[in-house]
């Protein structure tokens, strides 16, 4: 579906501006050339004919009706003008008649000196590693803010820009039609590192960023014990989202031993992030429950060690207290003999 961006409709109210002032001008400068010609002065004038003196104010031919007709004319273009840019406003302001679920929102927070970006999927990238990432030819909503102090989110070759105010937020969209590389910008004096305050801006393909996505929400989880040996068997790991309640589907996700590969699993099929409850039981009671948190906003690589279960535990205590009984009792045995011999010694 062709969506008119906002380039379009701005470069659309510049030519039509363009064309008519270009036209007005060419009439104005024709018409005044014509009567500088038309009435100048040859010397051929006649003692009867009525020529203005220097300083009288002209009172207009016929009755003032060239003068009305170009005030009305004139009259009936800029209120035109007016009318028709106002119209044209009004989409830039409230954006493309699109469907929500052809739109990308995003989340954009302003920092002295760099850009945080949140998607509506999870996933958060910053001026510091990819930018901002979009698809060409997708409508994408901003909502902007700021940590700090005052900044101004802009985008020069997309037409963009919108405020960036602590406490307050602004929306806005764009649209992309070509793949390439852009780069957002501060418009508002913010400190010292306003003028290195930007950011990449990168429109890939719909494909190109369905993949890109992919990648991002990949979560790669390795098991191994104390002694830096992978499990592989006798546990079950479960991926419960931290705010569960708000989403329409679930997102839980329980994966047994035998989906692992040598102990670790590579999770591709999630498609929210954001914050994951981890939670690792073992299904013989061989290892002690792990339970953690998981931020799942871009590719995450984990390895958790697991420890020996409480039984285990316990079993293992048993047996020194074992080993260490049998010593005391081998060491007292020992002590009783060389005592017996000590007095065999001596009675002798």
């Known amino acids: 579906m062709q969506v008119q961006t906002r380039v379009d409709i701005f470069e659309e ?17 024709a018409y005044t050339l014509y009567n500088a010609y038309k009435y100048r002065d040859n010397g051929d004038s006649k003692a009867d004919e009525d020529l203005p003196t220097l300083g009288e104010l002209p009172t207009g031919g016929q009755g003032g009706k060239k003068l009305f007709l170009s005030f009305g004319l004139s009259a009936i273009i800029v209120i035109s003008l007016v009318v028709w840019s106002y119209g044209m406003l009004l989409v830039v ?7 929500d679920e052809e739109a990308l929102e995003v989340e954009v927070e302003g920092w002295a000196f760099g850009w945080d970006f949140t998607y509506e999927n999870g996933i958060e990238t910053s001026d510091t590693d990819h930018g901002l990432v979009v698809p060409a030819d997708t409508p994408i909503w901003t909502e902007v803010t700021a940590r700090d102090v005052w900044h101004t989110f802009g985008i020069s070759e997309l037409r963009v820009k919108a405020d960036a105010i602590p406490g307050e937020t602004d929306e806005t969209w764009f649209v992309a039609e070509e793949d390439g590389d852009y780069m957002v910008e501060c418009f508002e004096l913010c400190g010292f590192g306003h003028s290195g305050m930007t950011s990449d801006v990168e429109v890939l393909s719909e494909e190109e960023f369905e993949q890109w996505v992919d990648e991002q929400l990949t979560m790669e989880i390795t098991l191994e014990d104390e002694n830096e040996e ?26 047994a031993d035998d989906e692992f590969e040598n102990g670790s699993i590579t999770i591709g099929e999630i498609e929210q992030g954001g914050p994951y409850e981890l939670t690792i039981t073992s299904t013989d009671d061989e290892f002690e429950t792990i ?7 871009g590719p ?49």
């Open 13 to 29: 109210i510049f030519l039509v501006f363009l064309g008519l002032g270009t036209l007005v001008g060419v009439v104005v400068v």
């Open 93 to 99: 302001e409230d954006g493309p008649d699109t469907p």
């Open 230 to 255: 992978r499990v592989t068997d006798g546990f079950e790991l479960e991926l419960v989202h931290e705010e569960n309640d708000q989403f329409e589907e679930d997102l839980s996700f329980t994966y």
């Open 291 to 297: 339970e953690e948190s998981v931020d799942f906003t």
């Open 300 to 348: 995450t690589d984990e390895t958790y060690t697991v420890e020996l279960g409480a039984e285990d535990d316990e079993t293992d205590d048993e047996d020194e207290e074992a080993d260490e009984e049998e010593e005391e009792t081998n060491d007292d045995g020992d002590s009783d003999e060389t005592d017996n011999d000590a007095e065999e010694g001596g009675d002798e």
